[in-house]
């Protein structure tokens, strides 16, 4: 069966520092792979997703980036954080764009 | 571009009764729609999925939504609300070509 796993569970980070937050899929091939974003009342952000390795589409321009280094990695990063980037981080993969999602635990990230 | 609104934000039903929670899509080919709940700070879990086959889809836990073109609408229902069903419930549509469609979300809140 396939699993999602994200990391850290939650982070505490100063405005101007740097972030990496890590997704890993297991037991799937060739999936697209998804990064959204949950502001306090605000709904489901997409920020990133990737259809293949290398392949990323940015939904909304930020201060964030995302890459896919391997086939199922996919990283979310920023240079310098911003108090706008807390949030819950949310990474999902699906078989195709059109079919359903499957999500991870989250990450809770506080700017301060 | 296809969208979709959850008329409600919020939603409060007394254990027993039934739960209605509303869904609109706009879409000009028949759609994939999906619905989703989220526990606080967990990821999100497909509850069940519409794929043109049977209009009346059944899902986990007692939820079931009926999908009816001429309404364009997918509403979630369970005939009696238990206080494990209090989370935030997301429907979403699939959109040709691009990631899913999310709502804006609608919190569901059971009292005893």
């Known amino acids: 069966s396939q699993t999602i796993h994200q990391w850290p569970a939650t982070l505490v980070q100063p405005v101007g520092s740097p972030l990496s937050l890590e997704c890993t899929v297991e037991?799937?091939?060739?999936?697209?792979l998804y990064w959204y974003r949950q502001a306090a009342g605000r709904g489901l952000q997409l920020l990133f997703y990737?259809?293949?390795?290398?392949?990323i589409s940015s939904e909304v321009p930020q201060n964030l980036s995302a890459s896919r280094p391997q086939d199922r990695q996919f990283i979310l990063s920023s240079k310098k954080l911003l108090l706008s980037d807390s949030g819950f981080y949310l990474c999902?993969?699906?078989?195709?764009?059109?079919?359903?999602?499957?999500f991870g635990p989250g990450t809770r990230l506080t700017v301060l | 571009a296809q969208s979709v609104t959850q008329l409600g934000s919020h939603v409060s039903v007394s254990e027993g009764a039934l739960v209605l929670l509303r869904c609109n899509y706009s879409?000009?080919?028949?759609?994939?729609l999906f619905w989703y709940v989220q526990y606080p700070n967990q990821g999100l879990q497909l509850l069940l999925k519409?794929?043109?086959?049977?209009?009346l889809v059944k899902g986990i836990n007692g939820f079931e939504a009926e999908f009816k073109k001429s309404e364009t609408s997918f509403h979630l229902t369970k005939p009696s609300a238990h206080m494990s069903d209090a989370a935030e419930y997301f429907c979403?549509?699939?959109?040709?070509?691009?990631?899913?469609?999310f709502g804006k979300g609608t919190t569901l809140s059971v009292s005893s």
């Open positions: 999902a993969w699906s078989v195709s764009l059109v079919d359903e999602q499957f």
């Open positions: 037991g799937t091939s060739n999936p697209n």
């Open positions: 990737s259809v293949g390795i290398g392949q």
């Open positions: 879409s000009s080919v028949p759609p994939y």
């Open positions: 519409y794929t043109s086959a049977a209009t």
């Open positions: 979403a549509v699939n959109d040709q070509g691009t990631a899913l469609i």
